[in-house]
Structures are given as structure tokens and as C-alpha cells.
Nanobody, 115 residues
Framework: QVQLVESGGGLVQAGGSLRLSCAAS????????MGWHRQAPGKERELVAR???????IYGISVKGRFSISRDNAQNTVYLQMDSLKPEDTAIYYC?????????WGQGTQVTVSS
């Protein structure tokens, strides 16, 4: 059972930046993909960013150009750099990983952007 622990959430003003971290309990080099999803109150969970074992990345339309995902295999950690934050980015951010057709999720970290 892979465990994912997020950190780095908090309160920030619009236009500010935050960096989220997701530490995995096992080697992330064995993962097919890792990434971030978010869920705002009353809305469905949506893709924010994903990075594949090849290094290829994909982003949700609403964050493209503002957020950047990266991974450090030596630290078993995935990062999400969030710049130019907007109030509509307010949500719980969940770390995601998959391996051998099994998906794993973290507990989530709250990000609140004030206007």
C-alpha cells in the first residue's frame, strides 16, 4: 500500500505563489504516473497536473502556464509549483499516484487564495 503525504498548503493572496509537496512511502520511480487533483466545495475533483515516468507532463486547462509539476526520484517526492494564484484555485489538493493499474491518493492539503 503506497502512502502519499501532502504538505505546503495554506492561505495566500491572489497573485501569490505556493509550492506543494507529495512524499511517497515507496520509490516513485516504480510509479506509472503521479500528479495532483483538486476539489472545490460543491464541485467534482479535477485534474491539475500529472507527470509520467517518461517525464511527460499534462495540465488542466485552468492552470496551464501558471502551475508546474516536477518529481525528485531520489527524494520520492513530487512537487507542484503554483504561481499567479487566483481565488478560483481555492480547493483541497490531492496527490495521486498509480502503479500496476492501482490508484493511490493522499489525504489532501487545503489551499485558500484570498482576493
Amino acid at each position: 500500500q503506497v502512502q502519499l503525504v501532502e504538505s505546503g498548503g495554506g492561505l495566500v493572496q491572489a497573485g501569490g505563489s505556493l509550492r506543494l509537496s507529495c512524499a511517497a512511502s515507496e520509490s516513485i520511480a516504480s510509479m506509472g504516473a503521479m500528479g495532483w487533483h483538486r476539489q472545490a466545495p460543491g464541485k467534482e475533483r479535477e485534474l491539475v497536473a500529472r507527470i509520467f515516468s517518461s517525464g511527460r507532463t499534462i495540465y488542466g486547462i485552468s492552470v496551464k502556464g501558471r502551475f508546474s509539476i516536477s518529481r525528485d526520484n531520489a527524494q520520492n517526492t513530487v512537487y507542484l509549483q503554483m504561481d499567479s494564484l487566483k481565488p478560483e484555485d481555492t480547493a483541497i489538493y490531492y496527490c495521486y499516484a498509480d502503479r500496476d493499474l492501482t490508484a493511490y491518493w493522499g489525504q489532501g492539503t487545503q489551499v485558500t487564495v484570498s482576493s
